[in-house]
């Protein structure tokens, strides 16, 4: 066996001993976990009274290619995908302020590597949870969620929408080494998922001007994308879809290791 | 000492705590800018989701875009004032359950005002901030207008005191009821966001008794758009009884409460 072939076959055992790793750490506080997500139950309960409102003032059985159905499914993949995320930005932060990243950076492992492991492994263990929990909202008050091919759509698209989400994280976490503060940069990354990203409004019943913008920028590909396959296959194109997903990926990818590479360099550890 | 002399102490306390609080605050004026920046964006985007919601649908159950501002504007201004005033409101119950009261005991002031005020919430300075400016783009300009609109803020303000108290108390009984709180917390503040006319049946039955964010997200349509005496009288009512049944919990609560030698100076 040739080194490389060697090197690959290490990273991704390690890979996968970080993400069974993180899976037992969640296992471990499952009850607590179960607790916090009921916060989703109110929100979701929220969003149901507030669309039934608006779909019975609207006196129509569909509005922007939406159902009343399929819209509150969408937001229970939204919502769902959003909560799935672990709060990279604070991790890497507090390993920044704390020095514990002084450890990190000294084992034989990738240092993004590890944390894509991680946040992967974490995201898609809360992600299925939360669609227990949305289920339990969605299912009595708009009907069971017989989407067909789209729950396989809503398979293979989380995995690039948290991927794509992880890289967006990343480039503002991987600040933090150069000004340790990255809270206010996290905040208006969040905020824009919530809006441009289709999380609390799909993306087809915002204004014309306002779909072109977001068709230009990554935020579509983590949460509509996948929420809006799911509960629409037949109008999907799965493959576009992905292609755009690995596009961002692939040069947000590139943008995270020119940011890791600069910013390593520039860390000053004391301590840790 | 005479009641009006102890009115006066306690105010001058008050004063005192809030001069000491602010000149923490400002000591790190960029953080302290950026934070309260932070929240203003934060509420801004909200409001932006709220928009494109009502140019989709632009009347809810008689509720309009400027009714959701009004709905925010008091909700915040009422969340921004309170948390820079009071900021330990939503602290209550990691206080009592980490046996930090003692230094709070040990002092001769009123516990529960002292706990209250000891702290100062930079964040929620936006919060005010935006509930001022959105106020100055929407709101009723007029003097009737402005009195209804500064008494949404202080019935606002005084609810999301009471009700995190109560929450709080729990960890008297209880012991660690943080995440109960926490729930309570993100419960209420989310409840209270949304137009109370989208909910129905038991639901808004609950949303004006068990947990009382109506009294705030009823204020657009009740108190600012136009005048409901019986719902004002019915908001005043509400907020006194859970202000005084809120002490009241606290000071039962503080006859059970185990010290946790936690003598510290505070931070």
């Known amino acids: ?272 | 000492m005479s009641m009006a002399g102890k009115f006066g102490s306690v105010i001058r306390f008050l004063l005192t705590c809030w001069k000491v609080n602010l000149a923490s605050a400002l000591e790190y004026r960029t953080s302290f800018f950026l934070l309260a920046g932070m929240m203003f964006i934060n509420n801004l985007m909200w409001l932006f989701f709220w928009s494109l919601f009502f140019h989709r649908f632009p009347v809810i159950h008689g509720w309009r875009l400027e009714d959701v501002m009004m709905l925010w504007a008091v909700g915040s201004g009422g969340f921004g004032w309170a948390c820079v005033l009071f900021g330990n409101f939503p602290r209550i119950a990691a206080i009592v359950s980490s046996g930090q009261l003692d230094v709070y005991m040990s002092q001769p002031k009123p516990v529960l005002l002292n706990v209250l005020a000891s702290r100062m919430s930079v964040t929620a300075a936006g919060d005010f901030v935006f509930g001022i400016v959105i106020y100055a783009m929407v709101g009723n300009h007029t003097f009737t207008g402005a009195l209804a609109f500064a008494a949404g803020l202080l019935i606002s303000g005084c609810l999301y005191i009471s009700v995190m108290v109560i929450a709080g108390c729990f960890a008297f009984y209880v012991g660690n009821s943080e995440g109960i709180a926490g729930q309570v917390f993100n419960s209420f503040l989310a409840l209270s966001t949304y137009p109370s006319d989208i909910f129905k049946g038991l639901t808004r039955i609950a949303l004006f008794t068990i947990v009382p964010a109506g009294f705030i997200s009823y204020m657009p349509i009740g108190l600012l758009r136009s005048f409901d005496p019986v719902f004002a009288g019915w908001s005043i009512g509400v907020t006194l009884l859970l202000g005084v049944g809120g002490a009241l919990l606290f000071k039962a609560g503080l006859r059970r409460y185990s010290s946790g030698n936690a003598l510290a100076m505070r931070s």
């Open chain 1, 1 to 272: 066996m040739n080194g490389t072939a060697f090197r690959w076959k290490a990273a991704v055992r390690k890979t996968g001993a970080v993400a069974q790793i993180t899976l037992r750490q969640q296992l471990a506080y499952k009850a607590d976990f179960v607790f916090r997500s009921l916060f989703l139950l109110l929100i979701l309960f929220v969003f149901v009274q507030l669309w039934s409102t608006a779909y019975d003032g609207e006196g129509s059985e569909v509005v922007g290619g939406f159902t009343l159905k399929q819209i509150v499914w969408y937001l229970v993949f939204t919502e769902a995908l959003t909560m799935a995320g672990p709060p990279l930005c604070a991790r890497i932060e507090e390993e920044v302020k704390n020095g514990d990243i002084a450890v990190r950076l000294t084992r034989p492992f990738s240092y993004l590597a590890y944390h894509y492991a991680s946040y992967l492994s974490e995201a898609l263990f809360r992600f299925v949870i939360h669609l227990g929990v949305g289920s339990a909202i969605a299912w009595p008050f708009v009907g069971a969620p017989s989407f067909g091919f789209g729950w396989l759509g809503l398979a293979v698209l989380s995995i690039g929408a948290l991927t794509v989400d992880f890289l967006l994280k990343a480039v503002v976490a991987l600040c933090a080494f150069w000004v340790e503060e990255v809270r206010g940069l996290d905040f208006v990354l969040q905020k824009l998922q919530f809006t441009v990203g289709g999380m609390l409004l799909p993306i087809d019943l915002m204004p014309e001007w306002l779909q072109r913008v977001c068709a230009w920028l990554p935020f579509q590909a983590v949460l509509y994308f996948p929420a809006r396959t799911a509960v629409n296959s037949e109008g999907a194109n799965l493959a576009a879809q992905l292609g755009v997903q690995l596009a961002w990926t692939a040069l947000l990818g590139v943008l995270v290791t020119e940011v890791y590479r600069r910013g390593v360099k520039k860390l000053h550890v004391n301590g840790g």
